[in-house]
């Protein structure tokens, strides 16, 4: 094991060198009764062994693909589900670099992938512990592309990766059982198969992965309102996780919990939202609450129902 771990260093070094994305974002679990209800909140904190494990995984799932779709010149590799992740919106990474430039930092926009995603590695590593950390963190993730399946293969921008696919959990996702049963037809000799049937079928389960995501958030939310629905009126430190022109969504610092400000109750100036900076500036004074910016609040309202937090600024 020891050995598979100084080994998992060095690929996750390499990977890293070769422009591999680094977001190490803050996972939040609860523990609960036996009736379900939330008692604390604890976040899930990937440490060697996790890196070790998912090293290999990596490993695997680009070893699998490279023998699916590096074939002999003049030949055409066979139909296959790779997992794509597209390079970012170059329009919203200039507004990244922009926003960063405001910090003193600087973003490489040129170049080719590797150079950018260094930049933008670098960038994340400068900002590490500092009060933008936050801000510059979810603006750079927003710029990002989602990963998706498909039978055309652009390769792994996030992962700095030409081919990649999702073969090591066929227990609990369909496109690994999809890469298991042609691996095995195509090792057999077995024919190729339908493009448009499988473009489809990488189609649905990229669908079906927004949907569980969108549950599993979901479900998280709702233990986070049932959490602080015994906490109304206690005041907390927290930090601006998004900026709307119906409010601010505040993140509390010591839990993850995410509630917002209804615009309704920043009743000291008539605010504008400022979509391209990011904050919401006051007409008559000025004032301006900005992504990321701290900011002290209590606990109005908990809607199970909503799954809607209210807060209000202590201040």
């Not at 260094?118 to 590490?128: A, C, E, K, M, Y």
């Not at 919401?280 to 129902?305: C, F, W």
Request: net charge positive; glycine share 6%.
């Amino acid at each position: 094991i020891l050995q598979l771990d100084a080994l998992a260093k060095k690929l996750r070094a390499r990977r890293f060198e070769n422009g591999s994305l680094n977001f190490d974002r803050v996972e939040v679990r609860f523990e609960i009764d036996d009736k379900g209800k939330p008692l604390s909140v604890y976040f899930k904190e990937s440490k060697d062994a996790n890196k070790l494990v998912e090293e290999f995984m990596l490993l695997a799932n680009k070893t699998v693909a490279e023998s699916v779709a590096i074939v002999p010149k003049g030949r055409k590799p066979k139909v296959f589900p790779y997992r794509i992740h597209e390079q970012p919106d170059p329009e919203k990474l200039a507004n990244l670099s922009q926003l960063v430039s405001r910090f003193g930092y600087k973003l490489k926009l040129t170049g080719n992938n590797k150079d950018i995603s260094r930049s933008l590695n670098q960038l994340l590593g400068s900002v590490s512990g500092r009060p933008e950390q936050n801000l510059v963190e979810t603006v750079s993730i927003r710029a990002m592309q989602k990963a998706r399946y498909s039978t055309d293969n652009v390769g792994h921008y996030g992962l700095a990766f030409d081919y990649y696919t999702h073969f090591t959990s066929p227990i609990r996702r369909y496109p690994d059982t999809m890469v298991h049963r042609l691996l095995t037809r195509y090792q057999q000799g077995g024919r190729n198969v339908s493009k448009p049937k499988y473009e489809e079928l990488c189609k649905h389960s990229s669908d079906m992965e927004q949907l569980a995501a969108q549950a599993e958030r979901a479900s998280i939310k709702y233990k986070q309102v049932e959490f602080m629905k015994d906490r109304l009126g206690m005041v907390y430190d927290g930090v601006i996780s998004g900026v709307t022109e119906w409010g601010l969504y505040v993140e509390i610092n010591e839990n993850k919990c995410e509630g917002m400000v209804p615009m309704r109750d920043l009743d000291d100036d008539f605010y504008e939202f400022d979509e391209k900076n990011y904050c919401l500036i006051g007409r008559r004074t000025h004032k301006r609450y900005s992504l990321g910016d701290p900011l002290r609040i209590q606990v109005a309202r908990a809607n199970l129902e909503k799954k809607q937090l209210d807060f209000t600024l202590a201040d």
